[in-house]
T-cell receptor, first 111, second 113 residues
């Protein structure tokens, strides 16, 4: 059974700090990895995806992938109260186009 | 505006009634998906479709049915056989190819009493 695991949180960080969100996955054949942000009562919004080992940066967000250790992380620099949301990690397996989602990490940025 | 629309936003039904949730996309995406989200939980895949007139069961298909008669539309019917239908239902779509990133509609919150 493919699994994607995230710490449910809440992760609390002060405004301006770096928030670090982690995700581990069990399927070694996984190819693509996605981070979604979901505000309370709303649908998930794609922040970024990564498929190669290393870092990928987009504005204040950096995704990090380590396939050997089977984890992917999301760093949010200069965290703002508007970043307070649930962050979902999703993983695409080796075949097909289905995504497996983690249960999400609640992030709270305190001003 | 390109995007995914779901209607209605809120839906209330009595137990024993079938209900159909609408999902339309104008992104020219090939694949469409239905997920269910319960409080404090991740998304669980109900059904997905990669091409018109073809669809596959996801992890929790029992009590649900779908159709894909047009590329733009992928309606979901929640039948009376679904034991716990109250949930937040999300429709998504993706291109077929590349990294298959999925984009979500605004969701339909279904309450069955």
């Amino acid at each position: 059974q493919k699994e994607v695991e995230q710490n449910s949180g809440p992760l609390s960080v002060p405004e301006g700090a770096i928030a670090s969100l982690n995700c581990t996955y069990s399927d070694r054949g996984s190819q693509s990895f996605f981070w979604y942000r979901q505000y309370s009562g709303k649908s998930p919004e794609l922040i970024m995806f990564i498929y190669s080992n290393g870092d990928k940066e987009d504005g204040r967000f950096t995704a990090q992938l380590n396939k050997a250790s089977q984890y992917v992380s999301l760093l949010i620099r200069d965290s703002q109260p508007s970043d307070s949301a649930t962050y979902l990690c999703a993983v695409k397996g080796e075949y097909g186009n289905k995504l497996v989602f983690g249960a999400g990490t609640i992030l709270r940025v305190k001003s | 505006d390109g995007g995914i629309t779901q209607s209605p936003k809120y839906l209330f039904r009595k137990e024993g009634q079938n209900v159909t949730l609408s999902c339309e996309q104008n992104l020219n995406h090939d694949a469409m998906y239905w997920y269910r989200q319960d409080p404090g939980q991740g998304l669980r895949l109900i059904y997905y479709s990669q091409i018109v007139n073809d669809f596959q069961k996801g992890d929790i298909a029992e009590g649900y049915s779908v159709s894909r008669e047009k590329k733009e539309s992928f309606p979901l019917t929640v039948t009376s056989a679904q034991k716990n239908p109250t949930a937040f239902y999300l429709c998504a779509s993706s291109m077929f190819g590349g990294v298959y990133e999925q984009y979500f509609g605004p969701g339909t919150r279904l309450t069955v009493t």
